[in-house]
């Protein structure tokens, strides 16, 4: 019996653009801003963003942390961010 293997993608940023690598999340954080994210309000580092046009964002990443190619996908799928924002 053959097995078939689901061919893994790499993660990517986003639909058009690969992401390279680990981010800061001060330096992502600073991208959203650029954006036109506002900080709405913030409970330590639970920061709630928000944009016209957008749902509110939790942005929830203390300033040293490192944010992985998964979690980054994730905020650019919620967020509009692509790599060149970076």
């Given at each position: 019996?053959?097995?078939?293997?689901?061919?893994?993608?790499?993660?990517?940023?986003?639909?058009h653009e690969p992401l390279a690598g680990r981010q800061g999340a001060s330096r992502v954080l600073a991208a959203l801003l650029r954006l036109g994210w506002t900080?709405?309000?913030?409970?330590?580092?639970?920061?709630?963003?928000?944009?016209?046009?957008?749902?509110?964002?939790?942005?929830?990443?203390?300033?040293?942390?490192?944010?992985?190619?998964?979690?980054?996908?994730?905020?650019?799928?919620?967020?509009?961010?692509?790599?060149?924002?970076?």
């Amino acid at each position: 019996m053959a097995r078939h293997f689901r061919a893994s993608s790499p993660a990517c940023f986003s639909l058009h653009e690969p992401l390279a690598g680990r981010q800061g999340a001060s330096r992502v954080l600073a991208a959203l801003l650029r954006l036109g994210w506002t900080i709405k309000r913030q409970s330590g580092s639970h920061r709630t963003l928000q944009r016209p046009g957008w749902p509110d964002f939790v942005f929830a990443f203390h300033d040293s942390d490192e944010i992985g190619p998964r979690m980054l996908a994730r905020i650019a799928k919620h967020t509009g961010l692509t790599q060149s924002d970076l």
